[in-house]
């Protein structure tokens, strides 16, 4: 009886599902790992013949190479690990700032193009279609070379009231720059944030237990966090100096400058990305049923607290998980930088340093893992803040 | 007894519109002045740099006129710019190629039209061979055109469709794959999609441009243009696969049991009953990916491959046509913005269709 020849064996795993699976598993992984193994074995032959060493030990060599916009030290003598940290502040720099831009430009579309106003409506919908439909890297290069590149030279800037410059080489702008012992004062910031956190949690206990909310939060915070640590640095001292940019002989020097690689990479993330948003925005308000307005102006709402507070929270779960495909969007998207030669991670490091080093392998791996990096965080935060606004069910 | 009372205000025709949707309240009627005030100082200025005092002939940017659009330029350069470097003489395969898209994309398109699962079925297997070996050429009696040679919108056309086609197959797989019961299959897709998911296609190209060389033995030499479609297709995959995954999702629970309860097997049950709803549905989403694609196959110009854009691009540094950018680009836009714009008109119908 127990003579069971391999053959039957292999035919009654075959139609045995769970045997199947197993077995199509197994295959698959041995499949992966041949592959994987076959692929390793190429490389670093390949890595040989032409000279090139594997590992990460060309980070702390010196790079050699200037990078035009640093948000930290640099110059030439540092090593490829801190152009890779230049690089990703650069990223995080304009992906930042592009978000911010990129939701208020698409929120004022997006509703714009709800108007009752016929011809506003009508300019909205029109944005979205021209902007959504056009390569954003045709955008960068348009805004790059056909709008900043013909701008003035240094010496016939174009100027506003003596502290704003405009020309080739980017928007010059009043410095703030504090004096004095600021520790005070950003001391002072943290701690009330600190207290501030800690009133908002006890503030929600104490809505949970009683059904009441403690009266005037938002107000309360918004101005002690600008007032007290304003004191607190006035009262030690601390000054507020502009450093404004001065004209010379050849070019200005002082202020903050805005090199034109990072206006024009702004300009087409914010304005390609706020068509997307627009749409989103538009599709959320749509999505709450026009029964929803009329029973809340039936309770004798009026227009602004209907939207505040019955239309805005559900249009919310509506926007929020596409709205993070957009931020995503514009974070990956930044990456086209390198097309015009703004300093972000993917150009100094997959650009200057993989040509440099011609580690090639770990270069690339470093890129995309940051990329994957961010991409993961933001999707772990914007899902947890939509549970938090999500509709609770039973 | 009831007093008269006034007749109702007029609400219809051209000045009832005009009140209800342009200046039903002072700050609409605000709005409303503001844009039309935009549109007086825009548009005839506009009108007058691109056709009154534009320049249609001529031989050089100091030919035309200071206040005008020269539109010389991408008059001279046209042919560079639909055709690339291709051979002037063997540019009648280009057309070949463009007049077999057409027509199989007429075909798909029109409605009214019979046959559209062969045309289908012809434009998803057969084309794409067939156009890459007419315009390579080497048989027949064709001479062969290599591939730094393709460029321009014929290049930006060919990535975009072969890069569509290729990777959907793959994306279908991966989309089951996610869906499985089997733990490691799940695993391996949902890696794979959110890995290229979350890096940009810029890096993937980077990628695919630096990194497949030293994946493949020494005498395997794997042309540019063939390794940035791989990477491309790698990248495209993971998109489609999302999008396949919702149609998926959106199957009743009860079509899963009826076809196993019919005694089909899982690929024949898929094949024969799941995917073909599926996809049906998520027709529209395969379309926006699409179009996201489309556009992104300008980004070829970073490894160097002279797509539409880059050709434009380059044709602007050319020191007899300086300071063309402004035209130079509109034109590119205007061509991209097209296709897209086609694109989503047919997404949309489809959505309303479905």
Same mark, same amino acid.
């Given at each position: ?40 074995? $190429? ?108 701008? &003035? ?75 007290? &640590? ?20 050849? $070019? ?60 805005? &929270? ?6 929020? &998980? ?73 | ?101 057409? #027509? #199989? ?75 499985? !019961? ?23 190209? *980077? ?64 094949? !024969? ?21 489309? !556009? ?5 110009? #970073?490894?160097?491959? *002279? ?12 020191? #007899? ?9 509109? *034109? ?15 997404? !949309? ?6």
């Amino acid at each position: 009886m127990l003579k069971v020849s391999f053959k039957t064996l292999l035919a009654k795993c075959w139609r045995d599902p769970v045997w199947r699976g197993v077995l199509f598993q197994n295959g698959l992984i041995l499949v992966i790992v041949l592959i994987g193994y076959q692929i390793i074995q $190429n490389t670093l032959h390949n890595l040989e013949t032409r000279g090139i060493s594997t590992g990460f030990d060309f980070l702390s060599q010196s790079a050699g190479f200037g990078i035009i916009q640093t948000l930290i030290e640099y110059d030439e003598s540092f090593s490829f690990g801190r152009t890779f940290v230049v690089g990703f502040l650069n990223t995080l720099l304009v992906s930042s700032f592009g978000v911010v831009l990129a939701t208020f430009l698409g929120f004022l579309v997006g509703i714009a193009s709800l108007s009752s106003n016929w011809l506003l409506a009508r300019l909205a919908g029109a944005y979205v279609e021209c902007f959504r439909n056009i390569p954003l890297l045709l955008q960068i290069f348009f805004w790059y070379f056909a709008v900043l590149g013909v701008l &003035p030279s240094p010496r016939e800037s174009l100027v506003w009231g003596d502290s704003l410059f405009l020309n080739v080489r980017g928007i010059y702008l009043p410095k703030p720059e504090l004096s004095g012992d600021t520790s005070i004062f950003f001391g002072a910031f943290v701690f009330v944030l600190l207290v501030l956190v800690a009133l908002i949690w006890v503030g929600r206990r104490y809505k949970r237990q009683s059904g009441r909310t403690l009266p005037a939060m938002k107000t309360l915070s918004v101005v002690s966090l600008i007032t007290i &640590p304003l004191i607190a640095g006035w009262l030690s001292g601390v000054q507020l100096n502009w450093d404004l940019p001065v004209q010379g002989r050849f $070019n200005l020097s002082g202020g903050l400058t805005l090199i034109p690689e990072l206006v024009a990479l702004l300009l087409a993330l914010s304005i390609y990305t706020a068509a997307f948003i627009a749409e989103v925005v538009r599709a959320g308000i749509q999505s709450v049923s026009s029964g929803q307005r009329e029973a809340a102006a039936a309770l004798g709402l009026r227009q602004g607290r209907i939207l505040k507070l019955v239309v805005i &929270p559900q249009a919310m779960r509506v926007i929020i &998980p596409p709205m993070t495909n957009q931020y995503l969007n514009l974070i990956k998207n930044s990456s086209l930088a390198t097309a015009i030669g703004y300093p972000d991670l993917v150009n100094v490091f997959a650009g200057t340093t993989l040509n440099q080093t011609g580690q090639a392998v770990e270069v690339i791996a470093m890129t995309m893992a940051v990329y994957l990096l961010i991409s993961l965080t933001v999707s772990l935060f914007m899902n947890l803040y939509n549970r938090y606004t999500a509709m609770v069910e039973r | 007894m009831i007093e008269p009372r006034k007749p109702p205000v007029m609400n219809d025709g051209l000045p009832g519109w005009l009140k209800s949707r342009l200046f039903s309240t002072p700050l609409n009627t605000i709005t409303t002045l503001v844009i039309l005030y935009g549109f007086y100082l825009a548009v005839p200025a506009f009108w007058n740099w691109a056709v009154t005092e534009a320049t249609w002939q001529a031989s050089g940017s100091e030919e035309c006129s200071s206040s005008g659009a020269c539109w010389a330029f991408v008059n001279v350069r046209l042919n560079q710019f639909t055709y690339g470097f291709y051979p002037v003489d063997q540019q009648w395969r280009v057309d070949l190629f463009f007049l077999q898209l057409a #027509v #199989v994309i007429g075909w798909i398109t029109l409605p009214r039209l019979k046959g559209k699962g062969w045309a289908l079925a012809y434009g998803l297997l057969v084309m794409p061979f067939a156009s890459w070996a007419m315009l390579y050429g080497g048989f027949a009696g064709l001479q062969t055109i290599e591939t730094h040679l393709w460029g321009g919108l014929m290049l930006t056309l060919l990535l975009a469709l072969c890069g569509m086609i290729a990777s959907f197959p793959f994306g279908v797989l991966l989309a089951l794959g996610r869906r499985s !019961k089997l733990p490691m299959v799940r695993a391996f897709s949902t890696a794979y999609i959110e890995i290229w998911r979350g890096v940009p296609l810029i890096t993937v190209l *980077f990628m695919a441009s630096v990194m497949l060389p030293l994946f493949v033995p020494e005498n395997v030499v794997f042309d540019k243009l063939l390794r940035a479609l791989i990477g491309i297709v790698m990248f495209q995959s993971a998109y489609i696969a999302e999008v396949v995954r919702g149609g998926l999702q959106a199957i009743p629970k009860g079509q899963f049991e009826a076809f196993a309860s019919l005694g089909l097997s899982y690929w024949q049950g898929m094949i !024969k009953i799941i995917l073909p709803q599926a996809i049906r549905l998520v027709i529209p989403g395969i379309v926006n990916t699409f179009i996201a694609l489309f !556009k992104d196959t300008s980004l070829v110009l #970073v490894i160097g491959l *002279f797509d539409l854009l880059a050709i434009v691009q380059s044709g602007l540094s050319d020191p #007899v046509w300086l300071g063309n950018a402004v035209e130079g680009y509109l *034109f590119a836009g205007l061509v991209f913005w097209l296709f897209c714009f086609g694109m989503s008109q047919y997404s !949309k119908r489809l959505e309303k269709q479905l």
